[in-house]
Every structure is written in structure tokens, then in C-alpha cells.
């Protein structure tokens, strides 16, 4: 297993062992100790998601305004793009993004720490992805930053080869950075910080 942090801060890159033989392949995607060892803290499993996505769709950017979920994101079907925006204000890489490709020959995953936006791009017909979330989905407490907004930065056109993205009502109608930011529903980066100090982390012995 290969671990790397990507550009926002927190964020990693899980690589993992892929096992080819004349069955298929076997990959171990997570292992408790590489968790502690990368994160020093365990991912407190509450709820897995899969999604299941046409060629060219794109989903995001999400975020929560309270500290939220942490995502553990792998695609097993299919290939898809993983972008991770800092939506955390007084973070040091606030307004950065990174973007890792997903797909099931290389097994990689991408762990999101709360607080932290999210999308994708779908890259090929019916890709398929599953979450492993810390925290229930809380409908209260999601937003959305519109994709295309320039202050991001995302090429999501250059991700599809080209093509228009497809996007929900909610995520083209969505709010800029700005107007999020000056509306106050941004997570703090200081609360974002005592989350990672208190949930997952092992009682000392």
C-alpha cells in the first residue's frame, strides 16, 4: 500500500496491491493500521454509499457547513475523476483542489477528512463508486458550490475529453465560492482541526 497526501491539506491517496491471476484480481483496499499510521486515527464507518453513473456526469462540489462527513472513496466499476475542494475557511490550502482518477485496475482511494468538498466526474458509462462516511447523511446540513465556477479552477470539460458535464438541478443552480463564503456556510478549519484530534483517534492505553 502506497499512501501520499494530496494538495489540500489532510487529504490522502491510498494505493494499494493489485493481485492479478487466471480468477481475476484481489486488492486489499484498507487495513486498519495503514489508516492509523497515515491519519493517526481510525474512520469511524456510520454509513456506505455507492453511486451508480452515466458517461459524463458530474456530481459536486458538495460540502457540509458543520464539520460533517470524512469519505473513504473507491470506484470498483468503471473510471472516474475524484476531486477534493478545501471548502474549510483558515485552512492553509482553503480554495485548492486536487484530483485523483479512480478506476477498477488500480484500486485507488481517496480518504476526504470532514469538512472538506467533493465531486466527480464520470468518465466512462455506469461507473460505479462506494463511500465509506463517518457520520449519517444529514440533509440539513448540505450544500453545494456550482462546478463551473471559475474562482475554482476545475477543468471538468478537459477531465471528459471534451464533453458537456451532466449535472443535477441542485449542482447548476448551485452558489459560487464567494457567495457561500459571504453567506457564512463555510466550515471553520479550527473546527475542522478538533474533529481530527477527538473522533477516531484511540484512547491512550
Known amino acids: 500500500m502506497k499512501v501520499r497526501e494530496l494538495a489540500v491539506a489532510g487529504a490522502f491517496e491510498f494505493e494499494p496491491s493489485v493481485l492479478p491471476d487466471n480468477r481475476g484480481v484481489f486488492s486489499e483496499l484498507l487495513r486498519a493500521q495503514w489508516w492509523r499510521d497515515a491519519l493517526g486515527r481510525d474512520l469511524p464507518v456510520s454509513q456506505v454509499n455507492c453511486t451508480v453513473n452515466h458517461r459524463n456526469v458530474v456530481r459536486g462540489v458538495h460540502f457540509t457547513r458543520l464539520v460533517g462527513q470524512a469519505k473513504f472513496v ?6 472516474m475523476n475524484d476531486v477534493i475542494v478545501d471548502t474549510r475557511v483558515g485552512s492553509p490550502t482553503f480554495g485548492r483542489f486536487d484530483s485523483v482518477r479512480l478506476d477498477s485496475e488500480s484500486f485507488r482511494v ?9 465531486g466527480i466526474a464520470s468518465l466512462v458509462e455506469q461507473t460505479t463508486a462506494f463511500y465509506l462516511c463517518s457520520a449519517n447523511f444529514d440533509p440539513t446540513n448540505e450544500y453545494g458550490i456550482h462546478p463551473m465556477d ?3 479552477k476545475i477543468d471538468w470539460r478537459s477531465m471528459l ?7 443535477s438541478v441542485r449542482d447548476s443552480t448551485a452558489p459560487t465560492l464567494r457567495e457561500v463564503r459571504e453567506q457564512g456556510l463555510l466550515p471553520r478549519y479550527e473546527d475542522c482541526l478538533e474533529v481530527y484530534r477527538t473522533v477516531g483517534v484511540p484512547e491512550p492505553r
Open 110 to 118: 481517496v480518504y476526504l477528512p470532514e469538512g472538506v468538498g467533493h
Open 74 to 79: 473507491c470506484c470498483v466499476f468503471g473510471a
Open 150 to 152: 471559475p474562482e475554482l
Open 161 to 167: 475529453g471534451g464533453a458537456e458535464p451532466i449535472l
